[in-house]
């Protein structure tokens, strides 16, 4: 089981950005494809963004096209999601997966919560 951390969410302002970060102390993420999903509260876990181990890219929700940028630095072992134009339908704990699909995942790391927030 390959276990991720998040890292990088916190309070912000309607219109700010944020650079979520997915890291592994055990794994080399370049050799997994990565998704980003999010629950905001009282809603179902959804898919956001997800890369290939080739660097290919994938947005699943129409609200976050052109504001949600997935990325990978294998310098530093992490894949990021950078959150532009924030909006408070972003608030919610983000998770990170080696898989694109939810069903598809086996156990959740702890998140990293944005809170969207004037």
């Known amino acids: 089981q390959v ?15 944020l650079r979520l970060s997915c890291t592994s102390y055990k794994f080399t993420l370049e050799n997994y494809m990565i998704g980003w999903f999010r629950q905001a509260p009282g809603k179902e876990r959804e898919g956001v ?3 290939s181990s080739s660097d290919s890219l994938t947005n699943f929700a129409d609200s976050v ?3 949600f940028i997935i990325s990978r630095d294998n310098a530093k ?3 990021y999601l950078q959150i532009n134009n ?21 156990s959740w790391g702890q998140g990293t919560q944005v809170t969207v927030s004037s």
């Open 3 to 17: 276990q991720l951390v998040e890292s990088g969410g916190g309070l912000a302002q309607p219109g700010g950005s």
């Open 49 to 51: 963004s997800c890369i």
């Open 65 to 67: 096209n052109d504001r």
């Open 77 to 79: 072992n992490a894949v």
């Open 86 to 106: 924030l909006k408070y339908e972003d608030t919610a704990i983000y998770f990170c997966a080696t898989a694109c699909r939810s069903d598809l995942v086996g």
